[in-house]
């Protein structure tokens, strides 16, 4: 079966820096797109941040210029560098990955149990 473990979550300051991680782990034959979500409370999912296998990045606005998403692909894990952070950047973070796990297989999207990361004015 596959896993996607998130780490790095953490209680920071506005304008302070994390970086959060995310490994996939288990039966996989190759992960095409990885992306992080987040979801504050009382509203919905929402993209962060998404790459594809060959590197080609998307943000969604508000992040745009702080965050910075980017993956290993031999280690299997996508990263999330997020800087100048702001309150309303309080949320749970998930990370989602597309996953092949046999050569004939179908893709599976697959998601992180998530991270908390607070951000306090």
């Known amino acids: 079966q596959v896993q996607l473990v998130e780490s790095g979550g953490d209680l920071v300051q506005a304008g302070e820096s994390l970086r959060l991680s995310c490994a996939a782990s288990?039966?996989?034959?190759?992960?095409?797109?990885m992306g992080w979500y987040r979801q504050a409370p009382g509203k919905q999912r929402e993209l962060v941040a998404t790459?594809?296998?060959?590197?080609?990045?998307n943000y969604a606005d508000s992040v745009k210029g702080r965050f910075t998403i980017s993956r290993d692909n031999a280690k299997n894990t996508v990263y999330l560098q997020m800087n100048s952070l702001k309150p309303e950047d309080t949320a749970v973070y998930l990370c989602?990955?597309?996953?092949?796990?046999?050569?004939?297989?179908?893709?599976?999207?697959?998601w992180g149990q998530g991270t908390q990361v607070t951000v306090s004015s």
């Open positions: 288990g039966t996989i034959f190759i992960i095409n797109a």
């Open positions: 790459i594809t296998r060959s590197g080609n990045t």
């Open positions: 989602n990955a597309e996953i092949r796990v046999r050569y004939y297989s179908d893709r599976e999207d697959y």
